[in-house]
């Protein structure tokens, strides 16, 4: 009856040290986003399988971890497929478990709805490195807010966040589906193919522009289509005759753009996003930038308006993002509720911490008790009063018996942050 | 393409009500663990499904959640049971994950091993009013301290917590299995039957004296075996000469069993638990009694020694219990480790708080900004400049549009606790 001491495949067991700093970023997540007054809310981490395929998670679908029936609605013998044995299933996301959860509590809910969701997700994904198929998403969302203090207040919550947890000079790299659209309808891309366009785009961090106009060549766009938004691309870059990589501000790149594509982008579309980036850079209270990016594509279909992410330069990574979707309440309820949400990748942000060595601050003084064996009972409520004074005042007290190899024990303690180590014996030595 | 609205049966979505006091009442436990330390620890809901039926679980086993294979490994034509088709499920307690988890890393961990486990177990249970099937556990275990500080450290971690969230005048009751042993023995039930002994005397709450007496003959128990064991029970509660129910103490009791047991109990078996008991009682933090209480029994099988249960006596509930297990590591790993644990009802906790209108102590004071549509940027600005600075100083702060009935708006946000609303417009009334 030998136990299987790993965990299942692609799945951790989290050690004491990577718990602190996961609780302490917990615990700094939730107060400031109270802060901005998003109320935490929990919904179970299995779903009814209807819900998990029901074409709102893309590829993440095909990676559900499903739950077999159970008692008499099993039925083996008759079962011609899968989905005949399971009726639920792990969540995927915290998306689809949100709009359920909205449309099943609406009436008892504030509008707008600003919540904060913190739990684990489950992807059968081929297990790699840093990758597990058991995560913590971390998502705050807001429901029922048209307009675009949405975004400004999602953007500060979620910046102002990692500003606590000690992150500086990052980049929040902002843009827009209907501006994405239009640079499309400008370029003279068919409609039907926008999205192959943009899968294109969104590679331009890795392959540039030359990369990005042999792709559209090679996927079959024209040479003109290329040119025009290859000179559009150009066009953007050289503002304000910045060399490359200087970068010009986000107002001239749009001012640019507001009069390169006209009538193309919806009118107000160039102009929220001015002020989004506006009240954002003015009201921070992080160290980092607000960065226009016209090649940020974000890969759900189900945006439809501003789009943004968390670049950390240094690192070379995305550590989350969102944007607006407006529809996806609608396809599940009938009636569209304007909505946006902002998700931190929480499992990377932990990996940097642990990379770089992060220190909680404020962590309480440590201090471990070693007791002989064989201590009398009255002298032994003497040290545990003694102990239960300290932990009165906010230290952390380890009362433990003293081990044969002392010296050992007491090394440990010590690579376990404990500063002091008292000894206590039977008779007392002086 | 509807969505199910509702969560699967028997598991529930939290409101931010309730979330509010589980999010504080998580800090709290936490905090107050962390002072005897008790370090934190993650293990994956999901666990093999040998390790899941490995007859530790009892009847919790008949209750998992079970997984589908995936991909090639789901053969569904060639499988005949159930258990060709699942490789794991969800947990249904966190003794068992932890088991595996110090197996699988004791090399790692300072010894003894402190641990705090609280997550989400799942028990495809009934569903019945305030149980359900998806519920999170809090459970404080050392492993590798063979002596009682184990027990007094935990019933102080675990009582501190309790009195910081507000429980008063409640009753640890604590007995021993091997004194359950020595009593059987003395009554001279057979060795093999003692299991049914203790079920019948855990229902002496329920039944009483009279009816644990019916019972035992009912079960085919001699009237001589029946009589000796009443005549100790009848002996217990006449110790000191106290009527009943007015009790008599813990120490009196411990000594009357003394001295009636004679050499059926283990020798320091007795001593130890008076010294957990004084230890306890003289150092401790919360406002609780310590209960001697020999009709103890608690349902695992696998308990060795010390078993412990919190009784809030008002309420006629218990609200968390545990004990020593100084087999169960041995029988996964093949090498006994000492080991005891001490669970907390967080669900029970929980509803306890909500029923009582429980108010979390230090919440920030909430404000709500109401903006005017049309607001034009540099005057958002303004605002949003206003409530980052208020947010800096610890407040929480709403900034939304002003409705069109702005009287419910107000309503809804007055109900929410929001103390202060502010109404701004584009053009300030003077």
Known sequence: MALIKKPVTGMKDILPREMEIRDYCI?????????????????????????????????????????????????????????????????????????????????????????????????????????????MQCDIDIIGEPGNIAEIELILATTTTLGRLGFRGFEIRINERRLLKAMAAYSGFPEDRYSDVFIILDKMDKIGLSGVSDELIESGFTPQMRDRFVELMEGLSGVSGAAEGAGASAGDKLSYLEEKLGSYVEPGVIDSLREIIECVDSTKSADFKMVFDPTIVRGMSYYTGTIFEIAMPELGISCGGGGRYDEMVGKFTGKDVPACGFSIGFERIILILMENGFEIPGSPVKKAYLIEKNMPAARLCEVISEAQKERGEGNQIVITRMAKNKKFQKQQLTEKGYTEIREFYVNPRD
């Not at 109270?34 to 299995?46: L, Q, R």
């Not at 009814?48 to 679908?61: F, M, R, V, Y």
């Not at 011609?80 to 399971?86: M, N, R, Y």
């Not at 099943?104 to 913190?118: G, I, S, T």
């Open 27 to 135: 615990s700094v997540i939730k107060k400031t986003y109270a802060e901005f007054g998003f109320e935490s809310i929990e919904t179970p981490c299995v779903e009814s399988i209807a819900n998990l395929t029901s074409k709102q998670g893309g590829d993440n679908e095909k990676l559900i971890f499903k739950i077999l029936k159970r008692g008499e609605k099993l039925r083996l013998d008759t079962a011609e497929s899968e989905a005949d044995l399971v009726d639920s299933g792990l969540r995927y996301d915290l998306t689809v478990p949100l709009v359920r959860y909205y449309s099943n509590h609406q009436n008892e809910l504030a509008m707008p709805f600003k919540a904060l969701q913190m739990g684990n997700v489950w992807r059968a994904d081929r297990p790699q490195k840093g990758r597990y198929r058991q995560f």
